[in-house]
Each structure stands twice: as structure tokens, then as C-alpha cells.
């Protein structure tokens, strides 16, 4: 019996050997084509995004863009995000830093790591980014957002650029003033003298000589803001007003331009109109508004398809996404505008609560209260009723 034992035990040994191997062939092969399935689409550990504002970062407008991007990566799950953001402060400013020094700050700065791509927020951040292109990481590709539809004409823009253009909807926000002031007989612009300031005097004068001929246009500029307040104040209540932006006066010194809103609003005998989200709640009647955030929220999606498929870059340029005609209501009870004057699919800010969103608790409060006491007295007239019913049964 032994013999044949020996000879056995080897096979079933050889046998063993193989089950086990194949066994762990089965479980390691899935395992190494998932993982190498996963690792072509690893992410990098941390996209490095760089943030070129084209203006003080701190203006409610470029907080809303900075907000709308910041969100769109937030809400991705596939790697995490390193955001740097550098100023460039010209829209306000009179005298701004020569080219070459900031080329050399940037490129120090990021010696050691490029980074993966450039959002530029506003025209004179991608103008800077154009004019050094050859400087600064020729093959970091940029979005832009926050630049107006006229800007681009028939200029050409370098294959890495794309972006998300912005519309500014003159005629619309004329429109909505000339349906609350059916009796105007003048349109006032406020603007500061930046150059940027300066663009609007073009922007409107061409909607204006073709659409409303029949509105003469005032031009409330290139003075002191003290001066530019008191000819607001001078203006007659048959004035279409729109504000703009007053970056800076005649004298140098630099606003923020929302801030300006209520002391012109204050003195004005007609409504202020205006174009930009930020402003509204800040004195504006309304207008046909352009969104800083949705810009921003654009401009990220379109950053973060670039990010994630980089071999399929391309460069698109989005058109400008509609305007919204959007009121403030407190300012409509202001100046006594009648709520039926404001066209369909408008947009309601300030709207005052109803008495229930005012007091919801209260009131959910009360209904409580009202529900257990009907409780109790519905159990007490039930007890009642079955006390009464045991004595009549007791006396028969």
C-alpha cells in the first residue's frame, strides 16, 4: 500500500499547485486591467489654475466670476485644484506696471511649476497675455470671460485662446426705460474717463443713433465726481438715466463703481438703468442685465473639458449668453412704476415676502396649537359621550 501512496501524493500535489495558480490567475489578471483601465484616466494629482484678473479682484464683479469658476471645480471629483489669482490693476488705475516687470514676477513665480492653464478675466488681462505670449508659457492654453462682444471685430487671437464672450444689452435696457417712461425726452449716460469707463460713450451712441434717433444724448463725464453728482441732480424727471461705470474722474481718484450707484440714485428725479447684475440692489431700477457669475461658471466648464481631455484641444469662442430683462422691485415702488409695464419672463429682485414667507413659523406655530386643542376637545366631547350613554344604560 505504500508504494502506491507514493506514487499518488505527487500528482495530487502537482494538481493542487496548478488548481491554486490558476485560481490566482483568475483573481490578478481583472485586477491589473482595472487598474491599468484606471490609470489612463488618472487625473494629475492638482491642476494648477491661474487666475489673471484684468482689475481689481476685489470688485463685486470679479468676486461673482471668481465664484462662478471656483464653483465649476468644486463640483469636480476627479482631482483637486490649486488656484492662483494675480491682478492686473488697469481699469483703474492711471499709470500701470510696465510688461516686462510683471513677465519676470510671473515667470519667477511659477519657475518651478507652470501652470496647467490661464483663466483671464476681462479684456486687459487676456490683451496682456497676447502681447507676451511669447514669454509666458506659449503652450499653457487660456480661457477668457468678461469681454465684451465689440472687442473682438476682426482682431485674431492666438490658437491656445478660448473663451466666453459677454454681451451688453443697450437696446433691451432702453427698451425696458422707455416702457416705464413713455414721456422721456433725453437719454443721460454716466460714465468716469478710464478707458474702459470710455467704451460705453461708443456702445451706446450706436444704439442710440440707430434705434431711438429721436433721444438726444447727454454726456455726464470727464469731470469731478462732485460735479458729475450735481448735473444728475439737474436733470428734469423726462430722463432716461444709465450708469455704466465710473472707475475714475477728472481729477485721478479711483471708485468702485457700485459704490457710486446710491449717490447718484439719490439725487436723480428719474430712474438709474443699468447693465451688470452687481448693481442691482445698489440703486438701479433695472435693465436688461448681463451675469458676472454666469461668465464665470462659462468659463469654467470650459476650462475644466480642457483639463480633462487635452489631446482634443481646440480653441472655441463662445457667443454671449442672452441678457435678462431683471427689476428691483423696491426701486419700481420708488418711483411708482406699475408692475403690468414690465414685459413677460422678467426677473423679480427685493420682491417683498407674503405674509406667509414673512411669518411662516408663526403661523405654523399657530396651526399646531389650533390642531391640538381640536384634539382635546374632540376626545373630551367623545368621553362625554360615553359617560352618558354608561348612565343611561346604568338607570335602565
Given at each position: ?91 483703474e488705475s492711471s499709470s500701470p506696471v510696465p510688461d516686462a516687470v510683471v513677465t519676470q514676477y510671473l515667470n519667477n513665480k511659477f519657475a518651478s511649476r507652470k501652470p496647467d492653464i490661464i483663466i483671464a478675466l476681462r479684456q486687459p488681462a487676456l490683451e496682456f497675455l497676447e502681447r507676451n505670449a511669447d ?262
Amino acid at each position: 500500500m505504500t508504494p502506491c501512496f507514493a506514487r499518488i501524493r505527487p500528482h495530487r500535489k502537482r494538481r493542487c499547485f496548478i488548481a491554486r495558480l490558476a485560481n490566482a490567475l483568475v483573481i490578478a489578471i481583472p485586477l491589473t486591467l482595472s487598474a491599468s483601465a484606471y490609470s489612463t484616466h488618472l487625473p494629475p494629482e492638482r491642476w494648477r489654475v491661474l487666475i489673471m484678473q484684468g482689475g481689481d479682484p476685489y470688485l463685486p464683479s470679479a468676486v461673482a466670476q471668481d465664484r462662478g469658476i471656483r464653483d465649476v471645480f468644486s463640483r469636480a471629483t476627479d482631482a483637486s485644484t490649486e488656484f492662483i489669482t494675480e491682478p492686473l490693476h488697469t481699469l483703474e488705475s492711471s499709470s500701470p506696471v510696465p510688461d516686462a516687470v510683471v513677465t519676470q514676477y510671473l515667470n519667477n513665480k511659477f519657475a518651478s511649476r507652470k501652470p496647467d492653464i490661464i483663466i483671464a478675466l476681462r479684456q486687459p488681462a487676456l490683451e496682456f497675455l497676447e502681447r507676451n505670449a511669447d514669454t509666458l508659457w506659449p503652450d499653457v492654453p487660456i480661457v477668457f470671460c468678461g469681454i465684451p462682444d465689440d472687442y473682438f471685430g476682426t482682431r485674431t487671437l492666438s490658437a491656445r485662446v478660448s473663451g466666453v464672450r459677454i454681451a451688453f444689452d443697450v437696446a433691451g435696457t432702453l427698451d425696458l426705460a422707455r416702457r416705464f417712461q413713455p414721456n422721456a425726452d433725453r437719454i443721460a449716460l454716466i460714465a468716469g474717463t478710464s478707458s474702459y469707463d470710455q467704451a460705453w460713450r461708443g456702445r451706446v451712441e450706436s444704439v442710440v443713433s440707430n434705434r431711438f434717433k429721436d433721444l438726444p444724448m447727454i454726456w455726464i463725464s470727464d469731470a469731478p465726481i462732485e460735479d458729475m453728482l450735481e448735473r444728475v441732480a439737474q436733470l428734469p424727471p423726462q430722463t432716461i438715466i444709465l450708469y455704466s461705470s465710473v472707475f475714475r474722474d477728472a481729477r485721478g481718484r479711483t471708485f468702485i463703481p457700485r459704490d457710486l450707484i446710491s449717490l447718484f440714485s439719490e439725487r436723480a428725479h428719474s430712474p438709474i438703468y443699468s447693465f451688470f447684475d452687481t448693481y442691482l440692489g445698489a440703486g438701479i431700477i433695472g435693465g436688461s442685465i448681463s451675469s458676472w457669475a454666469e461668465q464665470g461658471t462659462l468659463a469654467g466648464q470650459m476650462a475644466l473639458r480642457i483639463l480633462r481631455q487635452p489631446s482634443a484641444r481646440s480653441p472655441v469662442i463662445m457667443p454671449a449668453p442672452p441678457s435678462t430683462v431683471s427689476v428691483d422691485v423696491r426701486e419700481m415702488e420708488r418711483w411708482k412704476i406699475d408692475a403690468s409695464l414690465v414685459p413677460a419672463e422678467t426677473r423679480f429682485l427685493h420682491r417683498p415676502d407674503s405674509l406667509l414667507e414673512r411669518y411662516r413659523v408663526e403661523i405654523c406655530v399657530v396651526i399646531l396649537v389650533l390642531i391640538a386643542q381640536a384634539s382635546v376637545i374632540g376626545a373630551l366631547m367623545l368621553e362625554r359621550l360615553r359617560v352618558r350613554r354608561a348612565e343611561r344604560m346604568a338607570a335602565r
